[in-house]
């Protein structure tokens, strides 16, 4: 069962790149279409996987989506239930796989310690949301392990200064494992973070049965300073991911 699960993710993932690719090369990167698609497949991907998505509440198009970030899984589950564009890290764009695949969604490459880019990358932010495409940032920065949610970094809250841009919390919650709640002992299976390497982290992701997720989009929040958007959306999210199930 996990080679048959592997084979018919390998031939998903082959088909969303070579499509993916015909459509940014005949549309010119249009970024509405591309995580329309990307939406199709995660979507399909889930399914296969047996990860079943709960969503409490509805997001908006034209707000900047803030979320906690536990794995890549997140990825597929907040594509699938909201059509959008990612903002990443420079350092993924380098690489072969996940490069690969952000680069055909279009994702925003930032760079988060670089001061002299970052206004230029908090317009490349408001480009997209003014395209009414919701736009979703994970502002820890990184993954983390589960045990709460990592304080987040303000520096790509700029466009909030700049713009009127409405901040919505999103906050994940993976729920069970094999119909099992998620512990200390086998939250490694789905958590991806730290030194955890990509390609033996996917493989085992085959043998799990089945995965439950919890999102829930929360009230949203507005404030014309980026530090006192990114605490609101950080207390937001924190305080209900930490909120007992």
Not at 97 to 122: A, H, I, M, W
Not at 149 to 162: A, D, G
Not at 163 to 187: A, G, H, L, S, W
Not at 194 to 217: A, C, Q, R, V, Y
């Amino acid at each position: 069962m996990k080679l048959v699960k592997f084979l018919v993710v390998s031939l998903i993932l082959f088909s969303y790149i070579i499509v993916s690719s015909i459509i940014n090369f005949c549309t010119r990167h249009n970024r509405k279409i591309s995580s329309k698609i990307a939406s199709f497949y995660a979507t399909v991907l889930l399914k296969v996987l047996n990860i079943r998505v709960k969503v409490n509440n509805v997001y908006e198009d034209d707000f900047l989506l803030v979320s906690n970030h536990l794995s890549y899984i997140d990825i597929l589950v907040l594509s699938s239930v909201c059509p959008s564009i990612f903002i990443t890290s420079k350092e993924i764009e380098q690489e072969n796989f996940l490069g690969l695949l952000s680069r055909l969604n279009n994702s925003v490459f930032v760079e988060r310690r670089n001061y002299s880019t970052l206004l230029k990358d908090n317009e490349k932010i408001i480009s997209v949301l003014n395209s009414k495409i919701p736009v979703i940032l994970f502002a820890e920065g990184t993954s983390s392990n589960g045990d709460q949610v990592l304080p987040f970094k303000s520096s790509l809250f700029y466009c909030v200064e700049k713009y009127d841009i409405i901040v919505q919390p999103v906050c994940i919650k993976y729920k069970k494992i094999n119909n099992e709640p998620v512990t200390q002992k086998n939250r490694d299976s789905i958590y991806y973070y730290g030194s955890m390497n990509f390609f033996p982290h996917f493989w085992n992701l085959f043998s799990l049965k089945s995965i439950d997720i919890e999102i829930t989009f929360l009230k949203d929040t507005y404030s014309n300073s980026r530090k006192e958007s990114c605490k609101l959306a950080y207390q937001q999210i924190s305080k209900h991911y930490m909120e007992p199930s």
